[in-house]
DNA sequence: ATGAAAGCGCTAACAG
DNA sequence: CTGTTAGCGCTTTCAT
């Protein structure tokens, strides 16, 4: 069923059939319904690769996240899709499993593909990478770093300043031998995190021992792991800062497991909060990080770059989402318990 | 960057150029890798659309989920990520948000995509409508039952039959006053629990209260709400049945909150055995749904559609799954406590 | 083994 | 307001 059979059956040209559906004002309003009806009957719809070729343009942005079962990057796709969608773009959606080859593999594909935009979320790329994109005349916005890609449009979450925020908060409550819990990936964010909590504590006078900082896979296994390794010393920590709800939620299995309490024996504080966060026992505190914010604040900025099409070249924006710290209880904080939701 | 320019500068014409890419045993080796350094050199990508044009495929499926928060539905993504990814087909994912009218709207908008094929997760879509698509040449599998969609190919879980198993074990460890809280959507598939949960109290010789069976929406909030009906009754149930884990952690709140133990006053059953619930306090007991698995075997079966082309109208398929009964604590069953994960 | 050329379905000048 | 027509970049007969 193509533009032809339509045009022939409604005895017009097929160029009237074309602007009923892309300058549906500069065509007759009778004619116009008439054709609209015949399409109906044929149940015609335009060939997306027909148009594409003379557009250029696929009305589809890629996403691309390092793993589709993590929460907190599918509440970051579900802001972008809210954007997306309201602009009546599609979204392709793809997973790196935390693998730089994978990654340029997909950009690759994507590009290919003739993508209108991309939206990374911790990405390998390098800005060589980047530049290498830029050329094929595609929008691309990084969410979260994870290698040095300065110059490239971004938006991202102080971590180090969150962090700093989290072991504050610890201290002030009384709590003095912290340890952390951080996740190999994503890489950057991670070490930011880790800087922060380094720097806190020797801001506030505290001393940290290299062995109540422990690096584990960025998973619920992970944080149980890493949960063993600091609960089999001698001298264990008493508070623990976890780089992501994730592991938190396996470091409190490991921590219930092994008979202490949470948080008179151990408070546990997390990176993220998840929506589950919330429920567990005790209810983790976290640092709420913005992510479907950061998704739709991404998207946005993508929609914008794409928009303002081949006009002079923009200098790349970096967008800073605020994060926030999250009492509940695990951290031993006495106050504010009552909370549900 | 065309296969114009390649041919020109390769020296040859572009119909050799189109073969290096197509049929590359029907060119000489040592043209084909001039033109495929030329190509290099070029930074050649051949155009999708002038691709599909001529060929008619995109090499992309897509993927219609409710919601792309949901854990279990995103297990289901990761399945046919998998085997997408490894015949090198690109994912489309959209979120139809339980709406009828969505779903239509974004199955429109695929088909005029030209994707190849069409997984629909709790689909709202009828016989009529899944008609109305075969004739696009697309072939369509959907996973889960929502509406009457016999004679589709089909992916699903004999929800009657795992909901009896569970409330057997549930009678068999002690319970008698069973209630169930379920979920308005997926509405055919809650509806085969809200069956199955009815049928086999009666078999066991027990009532079942319609007091003690409650619908909300499928989310923790919704869980919650529905708990807190059932508590404040006078005569509350003694153990509860719930049509999935997200559910059955919103209910486990509102009990706790109560102050009352699980599963010593109240024991808890969910549906789904999401990865979190293995977590909680107590650890759910649950009907390990695989999820993962459904997208596997969903997407092997789009393939297989896909690639028996135009041959005769094959009979569609319906692939049962099992489900299994996953127990752990939150029943109040003695026996098997001590797993971790 | 290679080239010439038709045409996939559509859009946007351009002309009327 | 409508029709004619030239491509968009590619694949694939059909020749050679």
Redesign the interface.
């Known amino acids: 069923m193509n533009i032809k059979s339509v045009a022939k059956k409604a005895g017009v040209s097929v160029a009237t059939v074309s602007r009923v559906l892309n300058h549906p004002d500069a065509v007759a309003p009778d004619t116009k319904e008439h054709i609209l009806s015949v399409m109906e009957s044929l149940?015609y719809?335009?060939?997306?690769?027909?148009r594409?070729?003379k557009l250029?343009r696929t009305?589809?942005i890629a996403l691309l996240i390092p793993d589709?079962?993590d929460?907190g990057y599918?509440?970051i796709?579900?802001g972008v899709?809210d954007v997306a969608?309201q602009k009546k773009y599609?979204?392709?959606?793809?997973?790196t499993e935390e693998d730089r080859g994978k990654e340029k593999e997909q950009v690759?594909?994507f590009?290919?593909?003739?993508v209108d935009g991309i939206i990374l979320v911790s990405s390998f790329l390098k800005n060589s990478d980047l530049q290498q994109i830029k050329?094929q005349d595609v929008s691309v916005v990084l969410i979260g770093k994870n290698e040095d890609n300065t110059g490239a449009n971004l938006v991202y979450t102080d971590y180090k300043a969150a962090t700093s925020e989290a072991v504050k908060h610890m201290i002030e409550i009384g709590h003095r031998k912290i340890g952390m819990i951080y996740g190999t990936r994503p890489k950057l964010e991670n070490m930011d995190k880790l800087e922060g909590f380094k720097k806190t504590l020797m801001e506030e006078g505290l001393n940290y021992r290299d062995s109540h900082i422990v690096e584990e896979e960025n998973s619920?296994?992970g944080g149980?792991l890493a949960a063993s390794k600091l609960l089999n010393q001698a001298d264990r920590p008493e508070a623990l800062f976890v780089s992501s709800d994730t592991m938190a939620?396996?470091a409190?299995?490991k921590i219930?497991?092994t008979g202490l309490r949470i948080p008179q024996d151990i408070a546990v504080v997390g990176f993220d909060n998840l929506?589950?966060s919330g429920?567990?026992?005790p209810k983790l505190t976290t640092v709420a990080k913005p992510m479907y914010r950061m998704g739709l604040v991404a998207a946005r900025l993508l929609f914008d770059l794409m928009e303002e099409d081949e006009q002079k070249e923009q200098e790349p924006q970096e967008i800073l989402i605020q994060s926030k710290l999250k009492v509940r209880k695990s951290c031993g904080h006495q106050d504010r318990l009552k909370e549900?939701?």
């Open positions: 149940d719809t335009p060939n997306w690769f027909a594409g070729l250029n009305g589809v589709i079962l929460l599918m509440e796709a579900k899709e969608h599609n979204i392709m959606l793809c997973t690759e594909n590009l290919t593909r003739k050329k619920i296994e149980y939620i396996g409190m299995e219930k497991q929506k589950i429920f567990m026992e549900i939701f």
